[in-house]
């Protein structure tokens, strides 16, 4: 079965210092690691796919990276508008249900001004 | 676009009671997922749709929950009878058909937050 295991569950930092939020996974044949971002009372927000390990991705203030058990999400600068929880999902080969995500339980990230 | 629509955006209702939450995927997409949120359990998928038929409802808690796609614009997600313990938020998403082994992006909507009394 898989598994995701988001760290830590909750961060708070101050505007302009730069953190990383881990995503750890256990899948059998990883076919994508995903990053999302819930604001209160909304959907989740696709951010990025990342598929080997190696790859980086960069959008704005923040970069994904893949390592072969686990993922960061960068956070460089941020600012209070970062403010979300931060959702990490992968997508694995095996078994029967090609199209599902498994997700972590997210990490809370708060940026004071 | 105007993204996934789900409807309606708050439910509440009594223990006992029918509920139905709707769905409109992105135009185009071929895959259809419902997923359930809660604090204790997070995301979780419930079922999904592909080309307007269910592929995999292993996530389904139980007989009360069912879910019908009748065409490719429109999903619902049926409970009956409605329990307190399936009060939660439901979201849908929608991805492109996945080619090749290459992996899809889901989208999701806005989300149906469900309190059930």
């Known amino acids: 079965e898989d598994q995701v295991t988001q760290s830590p569950e909750a961060l708070r930092l101050q505007e302009g210092e730069s953190s990383s939020l881990n995503c750890s996974y256990t899948?059998?044949?990883?076919?994508?690691l995903f990053w999302y971002r819930q604001d209160p009372g909304k959907g989740p927000e696709f951010l990025f796919t990342?598929?080997?390990a190696g790859e980086e991705k960069e959008k704005e203030r923040l970069k994904a990276t893949l390592t072969k058990k686990e993922s960061f999400l960068h956070i460089t600068a941020p600012k209070p508008e970062d403010s979300a929880t931060y959702l990490c999902?992968?997508?694995?080969?095996?078994?029967?249900?090609?199209?599902?995500?498994?997700f972590g339980q997210g990490t809370i990230l708060t940026v004071h001004p | 676009d105007a993204g996934v629509i789900q409807s309606p955006r708050h439910e509440v209702t009594e223990m006992g009671q029918e509920v139905t939450l709707r769905c409109k995927p992105i135009?185009?997409?071929?895959?259809l997922f419902w997923y359930r949120q809660t604090m204790m359990r997070g995301l979780e998928l419930l079922i999904y749709?592909?080309?307007?038929?269910?592929?995999?409802d292993s996530g389904m808690p139980e007989d009360r929950f069912s879910a019908k796609m009748p065409n490719a614009s429109f999903s619902t997600l049926k409970i009956q009878p409605s329990e307190p313990r399936d009060s939660a938020v439901y979201f849908c998403?929608?991805?492109?058909?996945?080619?090749?082994?290459?992996?899809?992006?889901?989208?999701f909507g806005p989300g149906t937050r469900l309190t059930v009394l």
């Open positions: 135009s185009g997409h071929d895959y």
């Open positions: 999902a992968v997508r694995s080969a095996g078994g029967t249900s090609y199209g599902k995500l498994t």
């Open positions: 998403a929608s991805s492109l058909g996945i080619l090749a082994g290459i992996t899809d992006t889901q989208y």
């Open positions: 990342l598929y080997s």
């Open positions: 899948v059998s044949g990883l076919r994508g």
């Open positions: 749709f592909n080309n307007n038929v269910p592929i995999d």
